[in-house]
């Protein structure tokens, strides 16, 4: 137990002190290089390799031009979003119709349909790229947004049912009970009592799932390495990351990257509540 003080309250306990060191430490380690990249994008190369904590000497925009203009940012970031809304929106209506079901009803083969979603966490996606990638060429989907989506989908489906699975169970019986009686389907239920009671699970893991499909990498470098009119951040990147070594455009880099960076923060700074609040709530229920 904390020791108290005069007045009653609580101490700060060691332990509690180096926790909050840790964090201190951890920020600035996440901080410090997205905050050097963003300068970067402003500076010139003589500024970029002289001394690393030295602001720009002018706020130049050009490379920001470049990186959205010249290496095709702006059309990456088009595509991305794109992938990204339809793999996001699929995850979240079959993930959580799949998960409702698995959670609040019991029938034949329920539990084994839950643990093969479970599975699916085991499973790196780098040991099915080869069958994955013969798979979607034999149904014509290759080089495509559509076929793209659909492997989002069922990437991010088994941790979308594994956390929602165990959200859904601690929802209360009577509400769903009550609304039976009332005639509802079991359509109308899930969607206009049980979807809304779940909201802060559905936030938070909508967060992760937008946050995973937008940083990944494998699957679009296999799925759509054909077509670079197609290709998304993460591949756009990649090229720019290459052709910056030889043509020494590192601001234009730098500039690429916080582009890529920026929308990400802004949504986790928006609903960053709603996902401490899903979390916290489903481990106190």
């Known amino acids: 137990m904390a ?38 994008s402003f500076k010139n190369n003589t500024e970029i390799f002289g ?10 925009l050009d490379a920001w031009g470049r990186a959205w203009d010249t290496a095709h940012i702006g059309r990456y970031m088009l595509n991305t979003v794109v992938v990204v809304f339809f793999g996001t929106a699929g995850t979240m209506l079959f993930g ?3 998960a409702y079901v698995l959670a609040r009803f019991r029938f034949f083969g329920s539990k084994l349909i839950y643990y093969y979603f479970v599975a699916g966490l085991a499973f790196p996606v780098f040991l099915a790229l080869g069958p994955l990638f013969f798979v979607v060429r034999s149904v014509g989907l290759l080089n495509s947004h559509v076929g793209l989506v659909l492997v989002y989908i069922a990437y991010s489906l088994p941790f979308t049912v594994f956390f929602l699975a165990a959200f859904f169970r601690t929802l209360p019986e009577a509400v769903a ?4 009686i009332d005639g509802a389907s079991h359509t109308r239920t899930f969607f206009q009592i049980m979807v809304p009671m779940a909201r ?33 951040l993460t591949q756009g990147i990649a090229r720019i990351s290459t052709l910056a070594g030889y043509e020494a455009d590192w601001p234009g880099l730098f500039a690429a990257l916080s582009i890529t960076i920026l929308p990400v923060m802004i949504i ?10 899903g979390l916290s709530s489903g481990a106190l229920k």
């Not at 990498?217 to 759509?224: C, D, E, G, T």
């Not at 986790?268 to 609040?277: A, E, V």
């Open 200 to 232: 802060p699970g559905l936030v938070s893991i909508t967060i992760f799932n937008v946050l995973g499909q937008w940083n990944q990498y494998l699957l679009p470098l296999v799925l759509l390495a054909g077509d670079p009119d197609k290709w998304v």
């Open 268 to 277: 986790y700074i928006i609903f960053q509540r709603q996902i401490q609040s």
């Open 96 to 98: 959580s119709m799949a």
């Open 51 to 60: 001394d690393p904590l030295q602001l720009p000497g002018a706020l130049r």
């Open 177 to 180: 009970e009550a609304a039976t």
């Open 3 to 40: 020791s108290r003080d005069k007045s009653g309250l609580p101490r700060l306990g060691v332990l509690n002190g180096l926790s909050h060191v840790a964090l201190a430490v951890w920020a600035l380690l996440i901080i410090l290089p997205l905050l050097w990249t963003f300068l970067a």
